[in-house]
């Protein structure tokens, strides 16, 4: 049972063109063609219209965002920098403070040093004084008491009157203070 299924033109007798479709292929690729597009301009189309919407909303959103972050990173920089500023010229006035406050510092721990010095040279030289001055006196009671124990033995005669034995001293050191003045007149001369 072998049918033989020919076609329609060639049963009228045409002459058929291999490269041309027949005319209800075409009618029907039409209409199939008609109702893709339609399914997919209803189904496909604002699927790709949403996602490309959400996707466009997406990359706004972020460029927005990034702006945003953007102007805040700018805003914390100048305050950054506003703040570092502030804190040079802070730090600026307390070194300054800090050097104005050393040399007054420095100024009167001079004074008090020049003052402590003073009191200890004043003190030195009264000190001094009076070592010198107990000293000569004490050179000066050793002397007579010397000179005129000296002299007693020299005279031959006993030199114990007070007032004579005072006279004889008081004369002795008044000769020889005038040789020493004499001595360094003649060396301060020369």
């Given at each position: 049972m072998t049918t033989l299924v020919l076609p329609l033109s060639e049963a009228a007798g045409e002459e058929v063109n291999p490269l041309l479709p027949h005319t209800a292929e075409i009618i029907f690729g039409f209409v199939f063609l008609v109702l893709l597009a339609i399914a997919f301009a209803k189904v496909v189309v604002p699927k790709f219209e949403k996602a490309y919407a959400d996707r466009t909303a997406a990359i706004e959103g972020g460029m927005n965002e990034a702006k945003a972050a953007q102007a805040e990173?700018?805003?914390?920089?100048?305050?950054?920098?506003?703040?570092?500023?502030?804190?040079?010229?802070?730090?600026?006035?307390?070194?300054?403070?800090?050097?104005?406050?050393?040399?007054?510092?420095?100024?009167?721990?001079?004074?008090?040093?020049?003052?402590?010095?003073?009191?200890?040279?004043?003190?030195?030289?009264?000190?001094?004084?009076?070592e010198r001055a107990q000293a000569v006196a004490s050179l000066r009671s050793e002397v007579g008491t010397?000179?005129?124990?000296?002299?007693?033995?020299?005279?031959?005669?006993?030199?114990?009157?007070?007032?004579?034995?005072?006279r004889t001293v008081e004369r002795f050191?008044?000769?020889?203070?005038?040789?020493?003045?004499?001595?360094?007149a003649v060396g301060t001369d020369s």
């Amino acid at each position: 049972m072998t049918t033989l299924v020919l076609p329609l033109s060639e049963a009228a007798g045409e002459e058929v063109n291999p490269l041309l479709p027949h005319t209800a292929e075409i009618i029907f690729g039409f209409v199939f063609l008609v109702l893709l597009a339609i399914a997919f301009a209803k189904v496909v189309v604002p699927k790709f219209e949403k996602a490309y919407a959400d996707r466009t909303a997406a990359i706004e959103g972020g460029m927005n965002e990034a702006k945003a972050a953007q102007a805040e990173a700018k805003a914390a920089l100048e305050k950054y920098n506003a703040q570092l500023a502030e804190a040079r010229q802070e730090a600026a006035k307390i070194r300054e403070d800090a050097r104005e406050q050393g040399a007054v510092i420095i100024a009167e721990m001079r004074e008090q040093a020049n003052a402590e010095a003073e009191r200890i040279v004043t003190h030195a030289r009264a000190q001094i004084d009076a070592e010198r001055a107990q000293a000569v006196a004490s050179l000066r009671s050793e002397v007579g008491t010397m000179a005129t124990t000296l002299a007693g033995r020299i005279v031959g005669e006993s030199l114990e009157d007070e007032a004579r034995q005072r006279r004889t001293v008081e004369r002795f050191l008044a000769e020889l203070e005038s040789s020493e003045s004499a001595r360094q007149a003649v060396g301060t001369d020369s």
